[in-house]
């Protein structure tokens, strides 16, 4: 079972921020939190990651709370290509010649950017 | 950098034969990764290749298999298909080192029909 809950839909108007919560309250110290995106029928696609500081890049910022139990993935000015399946998903670090660790993918939140 | 590339894109077979869909993964990585994708069942991990060994298996029937060659390059197949396979199935690969940079980079599948 997926480690993490997601609310099952948002919208967002196109332009404005969105933000998608995800709860990961039994998260360990080792786990990372990845944050991926499928747009319809294609394969999804990386967005970022974070163990316990905010990150940004170039395409959206993660924030995670002080006790790790939550994390916010923000994007700034979502456009309508950003409507797709958000997936928050919780996986250990990986150590040198260890396994990659499969990916555990809820249902996801389905992101629906309006006009 | 070209990305991962599956073959083919879509697939039409009928139940009883057999299946062999190729990846061929982001140049300089070693791991790959295999994954099922249906609309009830969702994205579900089905095996994990590093140095042309299986590193992580998830839980389905032996009729499905996989293996690697030297140039990072995987196969899956899947023997006596049956309706309930069809899906998109996808592929996955990373750098396969320890760390915390081991993001997975998604093909955009092969859509398996199953008639």
């Known amino acids: 079972d997926a480690k993490t809950t997601q609310p099952p839909s948002m919208d967002c108007a196109e332009g404005r921020a969105a933000n998608l919560p995800c709860n990961h309250s039994?998260?360990?110290?080792?786990?990372?939190v990845y944050w991926y995106r499928q747009i319809h029928s294609q394969g999804p696609q990386y967005i970022i990651h974070?163990?316990?500081n905010n990150e940004t890049n170039e395409m959206a910022s993660l924030i995670i709370t002080e006790d790790r139990k939550s994390s916010t993935l923000i994007l700034p000015h979502a456009t309508l290509r950003d409507t797709a399946v958000y997936y928050c998903?919780?996986?250990?670090?990986?150590?040198?010649?260890?396994?990659?660790?499969?990916?555990?993918f809820g249902k996801g939140t389905k992101l629906s950017v309006k006009p | 950098k070209a990305g991962v590339t599956q073959t083919p894109r879509y697939l039409i077979k009928t139940r009883g034969q057999q299946v062999t869909l190729s990846c061929s993964p982001i140049?300089?990585?070693?791991?790959v990764s295999w994954y099922q994708q249906t609309p009830g069942q969702g994205l579900q991990f089905l095996f994990e290749?590093?140095?042309?060994?299986?590193?992580n298996k998830g839980n389905f029937p032996g009729r499905f298999s996989g293996r690697q060659f030297s140039n990072s390059r995987s196969e899956m197949n899947v023997s006596t298909l049956e309706l309930g396979d069809s899906a998109l199935y996808l592929c996955?690969?990373?750098f396969g080192a320890g760390g915390p940079y081991n993001e997975q980079f998604f093909g955009p599948g092969t859509r398996l029909t199953v008639l």
């Open positions: 974070g163990l316990k």
């Open positions: 998903i919780v996986r250990a670090r990986v150590l040198y010649g260890g396994s990659q660790g499969n990916l555990i």
């Open positions: 140049s300089g990585h070693r791991s």
């Open positions: 039994t998260i360990s110290g080792n786990e990372y």
């Open positions: 290749y590093f140095s042309e060994t299986q590193r």
């Open positions: 996955a690969s990373s």
